[in-house]
C-alpha cells in the first residue's frame, strides 16, 4: 500500500513539474514585445534587427533578436506545444504515410522479419529504391537473353520463373550433369511451378485508397501552405517532401509484383516437384530419381547454404543481397537452353540424340537411325521427340558440347551484373536527394534561413540512408566474393565474410536508428520543439552572428515552389522510368 502511495506521490510530481514546464513554455511573439517596450523606455535598440539581420533604426522595425539577445530574454525552452496544431499537422503529413508503408510487399517466413523490411525500407530510401530498380534491370536482362534463343518448350517458362523469383536463393546442383535435365520435354517442372506460383501482388482497394491518401492530403496542404504564414516554424511544408519517395516505391512494387510469399513459394515448389513425378512417362519416371537429382534447381536454402542470411528473406527489400546470386544462377540455366538451342542446329543436320533403340548413337555417324529425326513440313521445326532422353542413358550434355568440345561452364559473376547495379544505384540516389533534397530547400530558405536544427534533421537522414546502402551493397559484394570458396580455406575468403557480417548488421543498426530518426523529426518539426532560440537562430552556420526571426515579413514562395517541383519531379522520373521499361519484362 505504502509503494501504491509513493507511486502516486511520484506522479502528481511529475504531472506539477509538466504543468510548470507548459507554464514556462517560451512564448516569443511575447517576448518580442517585452524587448520592444524595454527599448522604448531604455532608447537601447542593441540586439534588435530588421528581417535581413541588420541593426534597426527604428524600434518599430524591430522583427528579430539576436540570439545572445534571445536567451537572456525569451529562455532557452521550446515555444509551448499546441495539440489542434500538432494533431493537424500530423494527420495531415505524417499519418497518410505511414499507413502507405502496409502496402509494400512482405511475405517473409517471421514476423520480425516482415518488420525489418519495413524498418529497413524507411530507414533507407536508397536501399529501397536500389533493389526495386536493380530487379527491374535483372528481368530486362534474362528476358533479352532468352529473347536471343530458339523455341524451346520450357524456356517461355523458365523465363517467367527466372524474372519472378529474384527474393529467393535459387541454387543449382552441384553437380554440373544434372543440369541438362533441366531442358528435358519430360522434365515438366518448369512448366508445373510457373503455374503453381502463377498469383500476382497487385493493385487492391486498400492500396489504391492509400495511395490516392496519400497523393490528395499532399496536394490540399501544399496548397493552404502559402497561406500559413503564422505557423511558419512548425508547418510540414518540408516533411512532405521528406516522405515524397515512398510513392514510387510502392507503386513499382505493384506494378512488378513479386513473388515474395514464403509459404506461396514453398507449397508450390513441392507441389511441382509431385505433380512431375507422377505425370513422368513410362521411360523417365522423374519419382525413381533421387531427390537431389530431381531438384536440379532449389528455390529454398538453409542457413549453412548461403553466405549473407538476408538471401533467406523473401521481401523485395533484400534482393540486394541474392541479386548476385541470382544472376549467375540464371546466366547458368541460360547457357544450358543455349547449348540445347544449339544442339538444334545439330538435328538439322540430321544428328539425332538417341537412337531409335532409346540407346546412344554415335553423334559422328551423320546417317546411322536418320528416322529418328522428324520434321514438320509446314515449318522445318524440329519435332518434339528429337528432344526426348533417357535420364538413364543420357547424352545431351555430349549432343549439347560446344564443336570445340567446351562445357558448361558456371559463371560465378553474370556478365553485365556490375552495369544493373551501377545504374539501379544512380536512380536510387536520384529519388532520395532529389526528395530529401526538396526539404533541405525548405528547411534551408525558412528564416532564420541556413543550417538550423531542421536542416541538420534531414541532412543526418539522408547521409545515413546513403551510408546504409553502401554497406549493405558492400556487403552483398563481399558475401558474394566469399561464395566462390565454399570451404572457406583463404584468408581472403575469410576476411571478406567477416567483413560482409559486420557490414550488414551495422546497415541494419543504422537502419533502426534512422527508423526512428526520421519519425522523431517529423515530430518534433509539428510540436514546436525546434521552436526554440538556438534552433530558430540557426547557430550551425552563423555562429555568433546568429539570430532569430521572430516575426516573417518577407515570402519564400519561390523557394516552396522549386523545393516542391524537384521533389515531384524526383519522384516523377523514376516512376515514368519504371513504367517505360515495364513492356520489355516476361509475361
Same mark, same amino acid.
Given at each position: ?30 517576448? $518580442? ?23 534597426? #533604426? ?7 533578436? /539576436? ?23 500530423? =494527420? ?5 504515410? *505511414? ?51 530458339? !523455341? ?8 517467367? *520463373?527466372?524474372? %519472378? ?18 531442358? #528435358?520435354?519430360?522434365?515438366?517442372? &518448369? ?9 500476382? +501482388? ?16 499532399? *496536394? ?20 512532405? =517532401?521528406? &516522405? ?33 513425378? +507422377? ?44 541479386? $548476385? ?25 540430321? $544428328? ?8 546412344? %548413337? ?8 536418320i528416322e529418328t529425326i522428324q520434321y514438320i513440313h509446314t515449318t522445318q521445326s524440329i519435332h518434339d521427340r528429337n528432344r526426348r532422353e533417357s535420364l538413364q542413358h543420357i ?5 549439347? /558440347? ?8 558456371? %559463371?560465378? &559473376? ?20 532529389? /526528395? ?24 543526418? !537522414?539522408?547521409?545515413? =540512408? ?14 558474394? !566474393? ?87 519531379? %524526383? ?5 515514368? *522510368? ?10
Open positions: 500500500m505504502r509503494l501504491h502511495k509513493g507511486s502516486q506521490a511520484a506522479l502528481l510530481l511529475l504531472l506539477v513539474h509538466t504543468a510548470r514546464t507548459v507554464v514556462a513554455a517560451a512564448n516569443f511573439s511575447q517576448c $518580442l514585445n517585452n524587448i520592444v517596450l524595454n527599448a522604448i523606455s531604455t532608447q537601447d535598440l542593441y540586439g534588435l534587427l530588421n528581417n535581413t539581420g541588420y541593426p534597426v #533604426l527604428n524600434v518599430s522595425d524591430a522583427t528579430v533578436i /539576436t540570439y545572445s539577445m534571445c536567451k537572456s530574454w525569451c529562455g532557452t525552452g521550446q515555444e509551448g506545444f499546441q495539440w489542434p496544431e500538432f494533431s493537424q499537422e500530423f =494527420s495531415a503529413w505524417l499519418l497518410p504515410n *505511414i499507413a502507405l508503408i502496409s502496402q509494400l510487399p512482405f511475405g517473409a517466413q517471421y514476423r520480425l522479419d516482415n518488420l525489418m523490411s519495413a524498418v529497413l525500407t524507411v530507414g533507407s530510401p536508397t536501399l529501397a529504391g536500389y533493389s526495386l530498380f536493380l530487379t527491374l534491370l535483372n528481368s530486362r536482362w534474362i528476358a533479352y537473353q532468352f529473347d536471343s534463343l530458339n !523455341y524451346h518448350p520450357n524456356s517461355h517458362f523458365a523465363l517467367s *520463373i527466372l524474372s %519472378s523469383l529474384q527474393q529467393v536463393p535459387l541454387r543449382l546442383h552441384p553437380d554440373h550433369k544434372c543440369l541438362p535435365s533441366l531442358i #528435358l520435354l519430360e522434365n515438366n517442372w &518448369w512448366k508445373c511451378l510457373a503455374e503453381f506460383v502463377d498469383y500476382t +501482388h497487385m493493385w487492391s482497394i486498400a492500396s489504391a485508397t492509400s495511395i490516392a491518401w496519400v497523393i490528395i492530403a499532399y *496536394i490540399l496542404t501544399v496548397a493552404n501552405s502559402p497561406s500559413n504564414e503564422a505557423d511558419f516554424q512548425s508547418n510540414g511544408e518540408a516533411t512532405g =517532401s521528406l &516522405w515524397l519517395w515512398l510513392i514510387p516505391i510502392v507503386v513499382g512494387w505493384l506494378q512488378l509484383s513479386p513473388k515474395c510469399d514464403f509459404n506461396r513459394l514453398q507449397a508450390a515448389y513441392d507441389h511441382a516437384d509431385r505433380h512431375n513425378m +507422377h505425370t513422368g512417362t513410362a521411360d523417365v519416371r522423374v519419382g525413381a530419381l533421387s531427390a537431389s537429382s530431381r531438384r536440379a534447381l532449389a528455390i529454398t536454402a538453409k542457413e549453412d547454404d548461403v553466405m549473407s542470411p538476408d538471401e533467406l528473406l523473401t521481401p523485395p527489400v533484400f534482393n540486394y543481397s541474392c541479386s $548476385l546470386r541470382w544472376a549467375s544462377t540464371a546466366e547458368t540455366i541460360f547457357m544450358v537452353f543455349k547449348q540445347d538451342s544449339e544442339a538444334s542446329e545439330k538435328a538439322y543436320s540430321h $544428328l539425332p540424340v538417341c537412337g531409335s533403340d532409346g540407346y546412344a %548413337s554415335d553423334i559422328n555417324n551423320h546417317t546411322e537411325n547424352t545431351v550434355p555430349v549432343y549439347c /558440347t560446344e564443336p570445340n568440345g567446351v562445357q558448361i561452364i558456371r %559463371s560465378h &559473376w553474370a556478365p553485365g551484373v556490375f552495369t544493373r547495379m551501377f545504374f539501379a544505384s544512380c536512380a536510387s540516389l536520384g529519388l532520395q536527394w532529389g /526528395t530529401v533534397g526538396a526539404a533541405l530547400v525548405v528547411a534551408w530558405f525558412t528564416p532564420t534561413t541556413k543550417i538550423g536544427c531542421r536542416f541538420m534533421g534531414y541532412l543526418i !537522414y539522408r547521409a545515413i =540512408s546513403t551510408l546504409i546502402w553502401m554497406m549493405l551493397l558492400v556487403s552483398s559484394i563481399l558475401a558474394h !566474393y566469399s561464395a566462390a570458396d565454399r570451404r572457406r580455406v583463404s584468408l581472403s575468403t575469410h576476411v571478406a565474410l567477416v567483413s560482409s557480417h559486420v557490414l550488414q548488421w551495422m546497415g541494419k543498426l543504422l537502419a533502426i536508428v534512422n527508423f526512428f530518426l526520421v519519425i522523431l523529426v517529423c515530430v518534433f518539426q509539428y510540436s514546436n520543439f525546434y521552436d526554440r532560440c538556438f534552433c530558430n537562430s540557426s547557430v550551425f552556420s552563423r555562429g555568433g552572428a546568429a539570430y532569430d526571426v521572430i516575426i516573417e515579413t518577407t515570402a519564400n514562395n519561390g523557394a516552396w515552389i522549386g523545393a516542391l517541383v524537384l521533389a515531384c519531379v %524526383s519522384a516523377s522520373a523514376l516512376l515514368g *522510368i519504371l513504367n517505360l521499361l515495364l513492356d520489355t519484362l516476361p509475361s
